[in-house]
């Protein structure tokens, strides 16, 4: 029986052969013009999309949301709840890049007039980008997008089953867009938020936050600074109480400010959660990199020559020892394509031709091969000496 399936199988793949032998030679040698399959990714992936602002309202005190329709009319793109959109904008003569968590989840984007939506806190005077968004953007303005980057998202072949997601400030957003999905029925797992926040008016998207808890999603403030009146937790997101909301088997997500990181790892450890049940959401480009292991401080000051190529066109522009190549090249007016600026996605992927860089470890992404051939990821790399780098032209 076996030999004869077998067999059946052998016969039936040559005359798959033959067919797709005579397919090629009997097709016309001009492309399809309709490929549904390639229309289907189109639509799910459609590369660089234009997006319109429809509506901006206050998420908190200090922050706002901003919502987006296509300007083409269709549905949003596929993307993953937890990831982000980059958005390009022109001020000046430059165009500059920004990455921004969805707070919308993707049920949303696939209404029928499907949108998206970022949640940006005012800046303590070091983001002008999320300045102008909250001082500047309105209704009617068109910005070019790329929508659903990033790794942040749940993976139920990866991930336990109940995830307990640990955010400070703005960094609730990744995981409001994941407790929206959960409570449409389309995300299947049990989340667990615990919100870090000074003060309760501090708290961003709260209404819509509470709006959705359930028996699947649930949200716990914690406030750190002294509010008297406050009857929820009350302190930072310590061992103990990461325990206290814990199941047995549990995934830990994190998304907050920068000192956040450092010191729920500490946290973590004392809990012995396994490595691979811990993710951390990349959190752009360092705040001070001075702080980084291995920064060396001596440098801090001093301002080198960095010589771009870009084909024929070579540019010499100034560029700081504590901000990263992609700042000196935005500074100077050049172009490089960025989306996580954190070091992980590679996008900004630059030939160092001559010269030294620092590499923050905690965000270089490269892979071997491009270590090894002299690649950085110029959002993560800051200059150590005069340098010469190669980028793609535009
Ligand atoms: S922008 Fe992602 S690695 Fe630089």
Redo the contacts with the bound molecule.
Sequence with gaps: MKIKGFLKDVTGASRVTKARLNAFQTASAQAEKTDPIANVVKEWHPGKTELRVTEIREASKTAKTVRFERVDGKKMPYFRAGTFVVLDFTIGDSVISRPYSISSAPYEGRLGNGYLEITVRRSRGDGFIADHINDNVKPGDVFPALIGCGQFYYEPLRDAKHVVALAGGVGITPFASMAKEVANGTLDMDLTILYGSVFSDDIVMKKELDAIKSNRVHIVHVLSGDEPDWDGERGFLTAELIKKYAAEDTSYFICGPQAMYTFLREELKKLDIPQRRIRFEVFGQAKDITTFAGYPTEMKDKTFQLTVRRGIREDVIPAKATESI?VALERAGIRI?????????????TKVIRGSVYICPEND?RRAADKDFGYV????AYPTSDLTIKIPIE
């Design positions: 992609v394509e960025t989306a996580c600026r954190s070091g992980e996605c590679g996008f900004c992927r992404g990821h110029a959002c993560a």
